[in-house]
Structure formats: structure tokens, C-alpha cells
């Protein structure tokens, strides 16, 4: 018993990190019908930027803010500079966009910082918590935490602001958000400047645990599509659960089976839902583009 709740901890804490990147990936899909793949690039930027911050002297408040708030400039850069220009394009011409903007970011990354792994201090120590005969590290609590307060701030911000609102009417109908007089390049660059505040905080709270390196992106991304597409692309309850399901899986796989698959579980649960789920969990039954 002890064991399966080790390894629940872990999947959990896992997950919580997926989720974010998962809930970046709806937003920008919500508001503009792009599927990011540079969402885990801004997860690297957010670790590896707080950890050459540091190293520079700032204290790690002040350089996780700095860092958070230079993943939400390349976010507002690659909508303005890359993907507002390609209004109306294919959506696999869009994806490729994103996928050319995730390299670039990475070449960039690894002339600015390094080919090295990088870690952070815990935010509040190394030691265990024991709970029901297993033991969780206070970083984990620090992951779970903030993908939680992410998740409420967002449904608020979502459901209760004018802007808010304004986001999700421009994901409902672009045409009809614009004819009552929304900005919608306004909305669709806040849905990018958010995915990537989301998706740099994920980094700061999580590279005590994970590590980070220049190219660390790249596993992200797949992992968050992965739960985006298992709870439904589009559904941000839907994010949160395929997040946080794809962490225990594949904690849970690589504890009784063989560690060796661990990586290979987003990619399988890709494959299934494309075969057997193509709308996820949480998914509508009908996409309409407008």
C-alpha cells in the first residue's frame, strides 16, 4: 500500500505539471484553433531563466518574475510575428508554424544559456512529509499547489472578468466577437501571452524536480498534447484530468512495469485516442471553424 501511494505522489505531482501545459494548449486552441507546439518550450524558458538568474544574483522570487515575463514576450512574439500573419491559414500549415518557432526558440535558448542539465533549490527543503506510510517532498506540494491556484485563477479570470468573457466569445464565434466590437488580435495575443505564463510557472515550480536543459521542451510538448487530446482538446476540465491521468500512468508504468516505458506512455495514449477517442473525454461531438 505504501508503494502505491509512493508512486501516486509522484504520478500526481507528474501530472499537475502536464496539466498546465495541457490547459495552455486549450486556451490558445480555444481562442484562435492553433495547437501550439512551442507550449513546452515556454516551460523550459520559465526553469532555465529562473535558474541563470539566480545564478546571477537575484534573488529567486525576482527571477522567477523575470522569467515568467519573458516566456509571456516570446508568447505575444510568436503570435505577432508568426502566427497573426498566417491568419487563415491551414491548420497544419499553422501547426508547422509553431513547430518552426519551437526549433528557433531552442537554437536561441541554447546560445543564451547552455547544453547542461540545471536544477533549482526546493522551495521549502528537501524533507519527506510522511503520509499514510509513504512520503511526499514539500516541492510537490509546491507543484500541485500552484497548478491549482493556476486552474481557479483561470476558470475566475474566465468566467467572471469582461476580458474573460471576451476570450471566451471570441472562442465561441470570432466573426460575431468582432462585429460587437471585440478586439480579437487583442484576445488572441492574451490567450498567447497567458499559455506562456501558465507554461513558464510550471517550469519555476517544477525544475527542483524534473531538471531543465535547453531542449527540455520538447518532451513537455508532447506530454501536455498528449493530455490536452486525452481529456478533450478544448475542454479545460478536460486538460486537467488527461494531465493529471498521463502523470499516473505513466508513474504507475514505470513503477510495476519497467521505467524504460515510461516516456512511451503519452505516445501510446496518442495512438489510442486517436483510434478509439479522436473528441478525448471531455471533448464536444462537433468542431465547427469559423
Do not use: C
Not at 82 to 96: C, F, Q, Y
Not at 194 to 219: F, N
Request: net charge neutral.
Amino acid at each position: 500500500m505504501s508503494e502505491f501511494l509512493q508512486l501516486a505522489f509522484s504520478g500526481l505531482t507528474v501530472g499537475a505539471i502536464y496539466a498546465l501545459i495541457a490547459l495552455g494548449f486549450t486556451l490558445i486552441y480555444n481562442a484562435s484553433d492553433v495547437i501550439n507546439f512551442a507550449q513546452g518550450d515556454f516551460v523550459m524558458i520559465g526553469g532555465m531563466g529562473t535558474v541563470f538568474l539566480m545564478a546571477a544574483g537575484l534573488a529567486l522570487p525576482v527571477a522567477a518574475l523575470i522569467a515568467v515575463v519573458a516566456a509571456v514576450l516570446v508568447g505575444l512574439l510568436l503570435h505577432r510575428l508568426a502566427i497573426e500573419p498566417a491568419r487563415g491559414a491551414s491548420p497544419v500549415t499553422l501547426i508547422m508554424i509553431t513547430i518552426g518557432a519551437s526549433i528557433f526558440i531552442k537554437g536561441v535558448s541554447q546560445i543564451i544559456f547552455d547544453k547542461q542539465f540545471h536544477s533549482l533549490p526546493a522551495f521549502s527543503g528537501d524533507t519527506p512529509i510522511p503520509v499514510g506510510g509513504a512520503t511526499i517532498l514539500p516541492q510537490s506540494l509546491w507543484v500541485m499547489g500552484t497548478a491549482l491556484a493556476l486552474v481557479v485563477a483561470l476558470y475566475l479570470f474566465l468566467e467572471h472578468t469582461l476580458v474573460g468573457k471576451a476570450v471566451l466569445a471570441t472562442a465561441a464565434n470570432r466573426l460575431a466577437a468582432k462585429l460587437v466590437g471585440i478586439n480579437v488580435a487583442l484576445v488572441l495575443a492574451l490567450a498567447f501571452g497567458l499559455s506562456a505564463a501558465m507554461g513558464a510557472l510550471a517550469g519555476v515550480v517544477a525544475t527542483p524536480i524534473t531538471l531543465t536543459r535547453y531542449d527540455i521542451g520538447t518532451l513537455f510538448t508532447l506530454k501536455g498534447f498528449a493530455a490536452a487530446m486525452l481529456g478533450g482538446m478544448g475542454n479545460p476540465v478536460g486538460a486537467v484530468v488527461g494531465g493529471l491521468l498521463i502523470g499516473l500512468i505513466e508513474t504507475f508504468a514505470a513503477g510495476y512495469l519497467s521505467s524504460t516505458y515510461k516516456d512511451a506512455v503519452a505516445f501510446l495514449m496518442i495512438l489510442v485516442v486517436l483510434l478509439f477517442m479522436p473528441r478525448g473525454l471531455f471533448g464536444s461531438r462537433t468542431v465547427e471553424r469559423v
